[in-house]
């Protein structure tokens, strides 16, 4: 049996749960609370040094990253196959899953800009310095400070928004050559990214999908799969969604106006 250590909301565990709903694969599911610190728990950190989320536990191993989760469930798990058999289309999923990896430390900054602040701002200074001050990485951690301090108006937000529209930018192109991004197969790439597309949508940040009409296409498609149900949507709390994109909402002239700077 696969143990999943995991958050409904985090990008990152949705991209592992998308592979393990693609694959079929029943797993047993351990919530990580992490606006309570959960992920700062000593048993926790005892399973993943890094505070974050997922973890899988399985056959006598604990794996991490995931990237190479989702790497390590296609090996163990070969059917169905989730990359490309020629060399040259795995080196295309690769391109795109290290992108996404680069991308992802931007969702931190956008998601807790707009989405998260909001609830933070009600706790008190301390609450939100023990909330910020387990987090082991000195330059992340300054970072989260600084955004949950000033939320879009952050120096890091409108970077992070470019970065976002430059990956958009790259599926876009991508997706006009074939109809998924390494090729003709939905791939761990497709499992990589849309967890990042779904944040922006989540976020009221909708017309940068729309504005794209082939990233617009290729995002139904994906929430058209049975996996997106089983990993997403029947496991993401309503409240939540509705949260952020209220939130959201609530910012998206600053939001749009960052680009511009």
Known sequence: MIVLYHNAASTCSQKVRLVLAEKGLEYESRSVDLIGGGQHDPEYVKLNPKHVVPTIAHDGGVFIESTLINEYLDDAFPKPALRPAAA?????????????????????????????????????????????????D??????RRSVIAHGVKAPEFAGAVRAFTKVLDAMEQSLSQHPWLAGDQFTLAEAAA??????????????????????????????????????????????IIDMFRKNGAAVFADVEASLRT
């Open 88 to 136: 040259a289309g795995r080196h295309a999923m690769r391109l795109w899953t290290t992108r996404i990896d680069e991308l992802h430390p931007n969702a931190g900054i956008i998601t807790y800009g707009i989405g998260t602040r909001p609830m933070l701002m009600t706790r008190s200074a301390e609450e939100i310095d023990a909330h910020v001050s387990q987090i082991p």
């Open 138 to 143: 000195a330059a992340r951690r300054e970072q």
């Open 194 to 239: 849309l967890p990042y597309v779904l944040r922006l949508d989540h976020l009221a940040m909708t017309p940068f999908i729309e504005a794209r009409p082939k990233v617009a296409d290729w995002y139904a498609r994906v929430q058209a799969r049975p996996s997106f149900d089983a990993a997403i949507r029947s496991q993401l709390p309503q409240p």
